[in-house]
């Protein structure tokens, strides 16, 4: 039972555009949210967080919104660069337990 | 500020065996999590420990045990390896709830 999900396995934008990258969750009591950059043979890159009392929180070209009554976040990258080409991972946890339940990734591929 | 650090990078090992793999968390992180990545099952929880205490556990099976010590250094330990536990190990240190990952141990059974 996935309780993050990726729908996008993966997404292609030119350079210089905007890059949205969409996760979903079932469980009402996530309370914090990660954004993870993943380069093969590496370790996921933290990114960007998120806390439940927030739906927005901004650095530099990348933003995360929350939306909690429809249990969605996402991730804008803005302009798109080529080197955010890599696979983008969400991540959630209960408010209190640092055990983050991951969805399955987005591969992004910005074209220059 | 020096970041995770796992060993080894590479391991290959046969069916039956087992295996301890170790996680050095940065500075002043007192948590560290372990998580296994798999092309199937993407990227999954283990367990996380604190101050030398298992504080969290996901779904594995009881060969998976892991442990930490006073310098917050962790090892992790598959017993009796399956062919299915060929995978990307990952352990993520924090102060906080923003997770720091290493770079994985991959582990290969035959």
């Known amino acids: 039972d996935q309780q993050v999900k990726q729908n996008s396995p993966s997404l292609s934008v030119q350079e210089g555009r905007i890059s949205i990258l969409n996760c979903d969750y079932t469980n009402s009591m996530f309370d914090y949210f990660l954004w993870y950059k993943k380069y093969p043979a590496e370790g996921p890159t933290f990114l960007i967080s998120?806390?439940?009392?927030?739906d927005k929180n901004e650095d530099g070209r990348f933003t995360v919104f929350l939306n909690k009554s429809a249990k969605h976040l996402s991730l804008h990258i803005v302009p798109s660069q080529p080197g955010d080409s890599a696979v983008y991972f969400c991540a959630a946890s209960e408010k209190g337990f640092n055990k983050f339940y991951f969805g399955s990734g987005t591969k992004l591929n910005v074209k220059p | 500020k020096a970041g995770v650090t796992q060993t080894p990078r590479y391991l290959i090992k046969t069916r039956g065996q087992q295996v301890t793999l170790s996680c050095s968390p940065i500075s002043g992180h007192r948590s560290v999590s372990w998580y296994q990545q798999t092309p199937g099952q993407g990227l999954q929880f283990l367990f996380e420990?604190?101050?030398?205490?298992?504080?969290n556990k996901g779904n594995f099976p009881g060969r998976f045990s892991g442990r930490q010590f006073s310098n917050s250094r962790s090892e992790m330990n598959v017993s009796t390896l399956e062919l299915g536990d060929s995978a990307l190990y990952l352990c993520?240190?924090?102060?906080?709830?923003?997770?720091?990952f290493g770079p994985g141990t991959r582990l290969t059974v035959t």
């Open positions: 998120i806390s439940s009392i927030k």
């Open positions: 420990y604190f101050s030398e205490t298992q504080r």
């Open positions: 993520a240190s924090s102060r906080g709830y923003e997770q720091y």
